[in-house]
């Protein structure tokens, strides 16, 4: 297993590298100007100085090259200085101070380093859409394991108009619905989400939980509606199978037959299911965000393609890149792990 | 109005205020606690040089101030500076090529430093550096030095006389940064200086606490700031991110925000929303007008690249928008009124020139609001345009009075090309609509046809405008020299392509007259020229719909400015 680990970790900095390439040359080709949202009334010549202060007249080589080196050279320095002097874990080494000044990947829009604004991004991307996802999973499972259980019931036949209904309703309506319902008419929760604000007590708690219960609900929805029709199936496979009879046949409760045996039988692909939609959580929600004025991981792409900040789409997508292969490496291992019939040496 | 009577108001407005203390809104610094302020587009930076972003600009307003700022009717005030200096005061050098502002005494810094001529020597030294890429170097067009002189004197000196001296350090896009704060940040280097760009220190009302890009910044009350009891707020929240409805719900219809920027909404959805009562829709208009440009060259796409479009002199014109009478049977034609009804509401009103604003130069010699249909159909017969084959469209000797008519893809304007279409119709013009994606047609690439500077068309529609107060410049767009052709990669601002020897005089003439007054009847005769002469049909004078809470005083919008200006003036109205 280890070897066949290392194997795919070693195949993964190619695909990696072609990856970049691509995004790179696909953001070259795609026309836009970041200088498109400066008002018409900034004359065009001062326009042009202001593009070349952005470096946008180097070759296209140039440009690659100087990014990769930002990216894999210079930011890597920044994240071990910050380890060894800020981090909760690594605080007590030396500090190394590896990084000297040079230029990290520069934000074209704000003309400060990309990285440092991923960072202050994050919590709120993870906090919200991490919530949900957890959140959909711990409501998915249950109904998933129920309607399988009882296939064809009332409650089989609910589950799968929820889902249907969660497949088919995207956020664009259902975030507009529920802010109508819940912020204009009832007003018992904010349309807007506030990123400063700092929990500290039970009172602030229970702000930070009511700003968050609208953007969870509407991304729950989602995650919910998927995983539950994915673990009904999976449990529908197994309870056919003849070591369930068997399991009968011998005398075990039903409680036991269905939650011991099968469930854990059912759980493996569902596992894999699970790991492979982490990456999305840190690409975080587009249309969710932007609809609750998140802020976080997927607001920041969306405004970086309006004002056509490439280095910051290119980090962007790049490091939702590296995620993506990352999670699919760790769901093929967890399925050798759990699936003691799946080997890969 | 003469600058003596602009500084008459002034002091007048002074001497106003103690009536407004005497509403009840008088008090300490901070009485008022929190603000919130939503900016559906959020701020990237908040140094406004190296963006040149309207966000950015109004954003880093609450901070970084100017010697004079605009208010809501375009007129100048005095803000770090004591007076606004002019040729009779002696500000301004008989010459007319430099001008010496003084500063007010006493103005420090947040940080508690004094505010000196240095800043501003450095402040010039550091947006005209050639690496810099600042987004305001043209405010410093034509300045040659800035200099301390005695205590608390500035003096701008410029290469050439300069009628209207009052770009640099004037108006929310040309502020003035601290030079201890910025001095190791000079061209190339200005990105590198992350921290100083995003929390710049200032003169102004409030002083920057956290500042995320793209997100939220948070403001706290200057406790150094020159006058007493203001800012009425002790915190400011400028929120940033979803979208003009959004924006529009959290101060209309929920009440979580006290003041929402730049609400181009329908019309219909904006008046839903303020009808809950929470809060109400204003406007502030500057000198943005949508408007028609009708060819004055021969567009016909059978004509080839050499010609099509192409002024030659006026060789090539077109075979009947030259006609005035033409011109103003279109204009007659138009419900200017139902325009606005349909697709602008609180954000526009029917206008008749090109020029509408500010008050000293907008004419009032056009009539245009009443439409007339019928006088629109007696002008064309009598100008011998009659449909002498019967096929509904009027012609005159072989030649059919029908037009292409395109503008940029965008709702309101396909309702308003739609509405033009039917009434042309009824005044026998046969109209065929296009639109274009706003990308293309701005985007000015000479290798498109598509463009609305190469105007392969007959009639074209958008809006623009200037920036600042004066329009010497926005006026000289008209100039024969100024056509697009081919010769400069049709760059050029003269896009219907109108050519009149006595309007080419008359910019000659304004860009040698000082006094404002006359300066203000030059621009009136230009516009009533080019209106007259029906090249453009002006329709309607927009403005920026911003809200604002019904408990939020003393909102006092200005286009000509930030619409924060007066930020330090506003309070919390209390029941």
């Known amino acids: 297993m280890l070897t066949y680990t290392i194997r795919r970790l070693v195949l993964s900095i190619p695909t990696l590298l072609f990856i970049s390439i691509v995004i790179f040359l696909l953001l070259q080709l795609a026309p836009g100007d970041p200088m498109a949202q400066v008002p018409l009334t900034v004359p065009p010549e001062v326009k042009q100085q202001m593009r070349e202060a952005l470096g946008l007249g180097a070759p296209i080589h140039v440009q690659y090259w100087k990014w990769l080196v930002q990216f894999f050279w210079i930011e890597p320095q920044v994240f071990v200085d910050w380890l060894t002097r800020d981090s909760f874990f690594f605080g007590w080494l030396p500090d190394t101070n590896l990084y000297t000044g040079q230029l990290r990947v520069i934000s074209w829009q704000t003309r400060s380093p990309v990285m440092d604004i991923v960072v202050q991004r994050l919590p709120q991307t993870l906090w919200v859409v991490g919530m949900s996802y957890i959140v959909g999973i711990l409501i998915a499972l249950p109904i998933g394991i129920y309607s399988a259980y009882r296939q064809y019931s009332l409650f089989d036949q609910a589950g799968t108009f929820v889902s249907m209904i969660g497949f088919s309703i995207p956020p664009f309506f259902s975030g507009v619905l529920v802010i109508v319902i819940f912020s204009v008419n009832l007003g018992w929760f904010p349309s807007i989400y506030d990123t400063t604000h700092v929990v500290t007590d039970w009172a602030s708690f229970k702000v930070q939980l009511n700003q968050m219960i609208l953007p969870v609900m509407v991304l729950a929805l989602q995650t919910t509606a998927q995983i539950s029709r994915f673990m009904r199936a999976s449990m529908l496979d197994n309870l056919n199978q003849d070591y369930v009879r068997t399991a009968r046949a011998k005398g075990l409760k039903e409680s036991v037959v269905v939650l011991v045996h099968v469930l854990r039988n059912s759980m493996i692909p569902i596992i894999t299911v699970i790991a492979l939609g982490i990456p999305s959580i840190f690409g975080g929600a587009i249309i969710t965000e932007t609809l609750f004025k998140v802020n976080g991981i997927g607001q920041l792409l969306l405004t970086a393609l309006f004002a056509n900040d490439l280095p910051m789409v290119m980090t962007l997508t790049f490091i939702f890149a590296v995620l993506i292969v990352l999670f699919n490496l760790i769901a093929d291992v967890l399925y050798g792990i759990l699936d003691p019939r799946i080997r890969y040496d | 109005m003469k600058l003596r009577t602009l500084l008459m108001g002034a002091i007048a407005t002074t001497a106003f205020t103690p009536v407004v203390y005497a509403d009840g809104h008088e008090g300490d610094r901070g009485r008022d606690g929190q603000l919130n302020i939503i900016y559906w587009q959020a701020p990237s930076t908040l140094n406004p040089f190296l963006s040149g972003g309207t966000k950015e600009n109004e954003a880093a307003s609450l901070v970084l101030e100017s010697l004079a700022r605009f208010n809501e009717a375009g007129e100048m005030v005095p803000w770090l500076a004591e007076d606004i200096p002019s040729v009779d005061n002696g500000g301004v050098s008989e010459d007319l090529t430099s001008i010496t502002w003084t500063l007010k005494e006493g103005i420090v810094w947040s940080d508690g430093t004094a505010l000196t001529a240095d800043d501003l020597i450095f402040t010039h030294e550091y947006c005209t550096h050639p690496e810099s890429g600042c987004a305001s170097v043209s405010y410093f067009d034509g300045v040659v030095s800035v200099e301390a002189e005695g205590e608390r004197g500035v003096k701008i000196t410029f290469d050439a006389p300069k009628p209207f001296p009052y770009t640099a350090f004037v ?405």
């Open chain 2, 171 to 575: 108006g929310a896009e040309s502020p003035i940064l601290q030079k201890a704060q910025f001095q190791d940040c000079l061209g190339a280097r200005a990105p590198e200086c992350t921290e100083a760009n995003f929390g710049p220190i200032g003169t102004g009302p409030f002083v920057v606490s956290d500042f995320r890009p793209n997100d939220v910044i948070t403001y706290v009350a200057n406790e150094n700031y020159r006058e007493e009891g203001k800012p009425a707020f002790a915190t400011v929240t400028f929120k940033g991110g979803g979208d003009a409805a959004a924006a529009a719900r959290s101060v209309l219809e929920t009440g979580e925000f006290d003041y929402a920027w730049n609400l181009q909404l329908a019309p219909d959805v904006l008046d839903r929303m303020e009808a809950v009562g929470k809060g109400t829709v204003v406007a502030a208009y500057g000198t943005s007008v949508e408007r028609l440009h009708l060819n004055q060259t021969n567009a016909d796409p059978a004509l080839g690249p050499d010609k099509r479009s192409v002024f030659m002199n006026g060789d090539n014109a077109h075979p009947f928008l030259t006609d005035p009478k033409v011109g103003q049977a279109l204009s007659m034609a138009i419900d200017r009124e139902l325009i606005v009804e349909v697709g602008y509401g609180a954000g526009g009103q029917p206008t008749c020139n090109v020029l509408p604003a500010p008050a000293l130069y907008a004419s009032e010699a056009n009539d245009c609001l009443t439409q007339d249909i019928e006088g629109a159909n007696a002008l064309l017969d009598e100008a011998g345009w009659v449909d002498t084959n019967g096929n509904g469209i009027r012609d005159k000797d072989g030649v059919e009075l029908s037009v292409l008519y395109q503008t940029s893809t965008n709702a309101v304007r396909q309702d308003t090309q739609a509405l033009i279409k039917d009434w042309w119709s009824q005044i026998g013009v046969e109209t065929e609509l296009r639109n274009i994606d706003a990308s293309v047609f701005f985007g000015g690439d000479p290798g498109s046809p598509d463009t609305f500077q190469k105007f392969y068309a007959d009639i074209e529609m958008y809006t623009n405008n200037f920036a600042g107060v004066d329009p010497e410049a926005y006026m000289a767009n008209w100039l024969c020299s100024d056509i697009p052709t081919p010769a400069t990669q049709w760059q050029g601002s003269n896009i219907q392509r109108f050519c009149m020897p006595e309007y080419d005089e008359l910019v000659e003439k304004m860009s040698v007259t000082s006094d404002l007054e006359e300066r203000g009847e030059l621009a009136k005769q230009m516009n009533d020229m080019i209106i007259q002469s029906y090249s453009i049909i002006p329709l309607v004078h927009r403005g920026n719909p911003s809200a604002h809470a019904n408990t939020l005083g003393g909102v006092k919008m200005s286009d000509w400015d930030s619409e924060l200006w007066n930020i330090a003036d506003w309070y919390r109205i209390k029941n």
